[in-house]
Nanobody, 123 residues
């Protein structure tokens, strides 16, 4: 079992920045690929970014590429999502997730999920 707790969400103006954190506990964090997803009201949960277990491979949704950066510090059992140049369409609940295999862009690939943190971008 892996428990995930997100933090760092909040209200920010268009063009602002936020850094989300996801703290993991339980089984060895470094064995898991990690992902960030988001879900806006009335919409399906969508992929944002993912990072391999060692941190050497990252990939992003086209909608956030160049603005968001995913990173991890395995010694701290934590994964981060740095979000810059935020837009109103980034407003959503953001979830981190853990995958014991390779990670990916599909919700179904992930084994464990956090409870989410709200990000609201005002125009």
């Amino acid at each position: 079992q892996v428990q995930l707790v997100e933090s760092g969400g909040g209200l920010v103006q268009t063009g602002g920045s936020l850094r989300l954190s996801c703290a993991a506990s339980g089984r060895t964090f470094g064995s898991y690929a990690m992902g960030w997803f988001r879900q806006a009201p009335g919409k399906e949960r969508e992929f944002v970014a993912a990072i391999s277990w060692g941190g050497g491979t990252t990939y992003y949704a086209d909608s956030v590429k160049g603005r968001f950066t995913i990173s991890r510090v395995n010694a701290k059992d934590t994964v981060y999502l740095q979000m810059n140049s935020l837009k109103p369409e980034d407003t959503a609940v953001y979830y981190c997730a853990a995958d014991y295999n390779y990670g990916g862009a599909s919700v179904g690939e992930y084994d464990y999920w956090g409870q989410g943190t709200q990000v609201t971008v005002s125009s």
